[in-house]
């Protein structure tokens, strides 16, 4: 069956994990309860594709074993070095247990270390014999909390060391550590980085370059709206890793379902992002949770672009009238106009794009039926990538998305200008 998006095979799933291209395949981990369709005691599912589409569910390559994970094998990431795999995780383990649920912790009762492990093919890890701790649950309150401190993200700096950044908390605000190594395996903290007014702990930091821009995307949590995916251009120093970051903080998708995003390098060089789509019931197979189709981060004039990867956009190139499973729809909106995509309404309003999911929304108030987009002017164009329960919006090439989970669409699309329904490719 062809898919373009990476849905949970059983259970349920969250994080993307370990993204990145490897020996000639994308390989992507991710949060992983296998045993019911909520959230529990984490594992790593994994899936690898040659295209970013088409993916192929291989075996948990993470679970618990070890005293520093034994309660869950929590985010984290990905890199290559002499032609091995390594995996740098957060490890999580519980001080209180909750009685009805032995997955659980009682009111954040649990402590966090981080965790390497690496692997030859990239598919088979030695869960009992090849884990390491690297960073011990910290013990200095003011550089980090001991219990809320995760999701190592790792790359390669061009001064050749490897840096490390974790999403952290002190004093009632999010902030991100910065950590170097020269082998992977022993890290030496060097900085940190906090900026008030966005929440009181930062999630799944992810810090790039791309055109020599510097990108940060992470995820605060206790806004005023819950936990969000944000992004913002930065400035980083290798030397000292000293960060700063714009004042011009987005939203990584203002659809506000999205979460945890992860960024890798396509085969090409590009920048790609994926993101865990948030989701109120499971899907007709009984599990919950899926991915937004890969995006490519660009900057331009300093804001942050996602445009659809090209491996995606170019499975679409069938013209039909009468939608199938999975769809894209292009259309071009002005003030006073309305797109209709299977009960999901897009419609420009105050020089602003809004959705509105009402007919198609199982959410509750926790999944509010609109979105909207800052303002953008009183027209735009759009390239709407449609899936059973997943709406992608892309307005004017990606200078904004809104995304959404959806429930019970129909097959009728109306409105718009020059609208036209594309199937993919045989």
């Not at 969250?14 to 959230?39: E, R, S, V």
């Not at 690898?48 to 291989?58: G, I, Q």
């Not at 309660?71 to 999580?92: K, N, P, W």
């Amino acid at each position: 069956m062809r898919e373009i998006h990476l849905k949970a095979p059983r259970g349920w799933i969250n994080d993307p994990n370990g993204f990145i291209y490897f020996n000639g395949k994308y390989h992507l981990f991710y949060q992983h309860f296998p045993y019911a369709p909520k959230w529990g005691r984490m594992h790593w599912g994994h899936a690898v594709s040659r295209d970013l589409t088409n993916w192929e569910h291989k075996d948990i390559a993470l679970f618990p074993t070890k005293l520093d994970d034994k309660d869950g094998c929590f985010s984290g990431s990905a890199v290559e070095l002499d032609g091995r795999l390594h995996l740098f995780y957060t490890g999580v383990k519980y001080s209180v247990y909750d009685p009805e649920n032995i997955n659980c912790c009682l009111n954040d009762q649990f402590i966090s270390a981080q965790l390497h492990i690496s692997s030859k093919d990239g598919y088979c890890f030695d869960n009992f014999g090849g884990k390491e701790t690297i960073i011990p649950p910290l013990e200095d309150p003011e550089i980090g909390d001991r219990s809320h401190t995760r999701d190592p993200k790792v790359w390669h700096g061009a001064n050749g060391e490897w840096h490390m950044i974790l999403g952290s908390t002190a004093h009632g605000k999010g902030k991100f550590l910065f950590y170097t190594s020269r082998d992977l395996v022993h890290w030496e903290y060097k900085n940190s980085y906090s900026k008030d007014g966005l929440g009181w702990m930062w999630e799944c930091p992810d810090y790039f370059t791309v055109d020599g821009k510097g990108v940060v995307i992470f995820s605060p949590m206790g806004l005023a709206n819950g936990q969000q995916a944000m992004c913002a251009a930065a400035e980083f120093d290798e030397s000292t890793c000293e960060m700063s970051l714009s004042d011009s903080v987005q939203y990584f998708d203002c659809g506000l379902d999205l979460y945890a995003p992860q960024s890798t390098l396509d085969k090409d060089g590009r920048r790609v992002v994926i993101a865990w789509l948030r989701m109120p019931e499971p899907m007709k197979n009984g599990a919950i949770g899926m991915f937004s189709i890969p995006r490519i981060c660009e900057v331009k004039d300093g804001h942050i672009f996602f445009k659809p990867h090209p491996d995606i956009s170019k499975k679409f190139t069938r013209k039909t009238d009468v939608p199938e499973k999975i769809y894209m729809v292009r259309s071009t909106l002005e003030n006073g106009g309305v797109l209709n995509v299977g009960g999901f309404e897009i419609y420009p309003e105050n020089g602003k794009l809004v959705t509105d999911r009402s007919a198609v929304n199982r959410g509750g108030e926790q999944f509010p039926d609109r979105s909207e987009t800052p303002p953008i002017g009183e027209k735009c164009t759009l390239e709407i990538y449609v899936d059973e329960n997943i709406i992608e919006v892309f307005v004017n090439g990606g200078e904004y998305v809104i995304t959404n989970a959806v429930y019970g669409l129909t097959d009728k699309i109306s409105g718009g200008i020059d609208t036209e329904i594309f199937a993919m490719e045989e």
